[in-house]
């Protein structure tokens, strides 16, 4: 075994493959998105999940002081997706949003999609964890999920 350093870190980490999601927020109108694929389910009573977000992402105060978001589950054909919402200034011109309850914003033609509402934050090292509860989900029997593995896509 080796000793851990941040490069060592994420090559090991990086063999866990993962789903990828986009978490959505919709703040004064305006619309924030970031990919991340620390997702995971955390309880079924009451339905609950995670993800963690770095705190020096630029958008962590509009994550932070959200009630409600959306996490959109990617599909095979959503890399492009994911590397747009990977960039500090993503484009959104493109996205047909679609408005869920509680000014919630769904990015339409994914694997699945969940509404939630944020419910705890907890910071650890440099992210915080938030823990949402699911209020509304869909998902889509056809696709299937694009998946990160390595740093590559699959
Ligand atoms: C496949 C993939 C998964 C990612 N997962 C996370 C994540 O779980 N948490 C996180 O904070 N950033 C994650 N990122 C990085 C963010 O999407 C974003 O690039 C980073 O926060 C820097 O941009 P920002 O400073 O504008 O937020 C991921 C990026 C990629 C490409």
């Known amino acids: 075994m080796k000793k851990v350093n941040t490069n060592n870190f994420?090559?090991?980490l990086g063999k866990f493959s993962t789903g990828i999601t986009v978490v959505c927020v919709k703040n004064n109108?305006?619309?924030y998105g970031k990919t991340v694929n620390s997702f995971n389910s955390l309880s079924l009573d009451p339905p609950m999940v995670l993800f963690s977000l770095g705190n020096y992402s630029s958008s962590i105060k509009k994550f932070s002081k959200t009630k409600f978001l959306s996490i959109n589950i990617l599909s095979s054909?959503?890399?492009k997706l994911s590397d747009n919402f990977a960039l500090t200034e993503p484009n959104l011109e493109d996205i047909k949003f679609i408005e869920g309850k509680n000014k919630t914003v769904i990015i339409p033609n994914c694997i699945a999609n969940l509404e939630c509402e944020l419910i705890?934050?907890?910071k650890r090292g440099d992210?915080?964890?938030f823990i949402c509860k699911?209020?509304?989900l869909q998902s889509n029997e056809k696709l299937k999920p694009l998946v990160y593995f390595n740093s590559k896509y699959f």
């Open 120 to 122: 705890e934050k907890i």
């Open 127 to 129: 992210h915080i964890i």
């Open 10 to 12: 994420k090559k090991t």
């Open 29 to 31: 109108n305006s619309i």
């Open 77 to 79: 054909k959503q890399k």
């Open 134 to 136: 699911i209020l509304k």
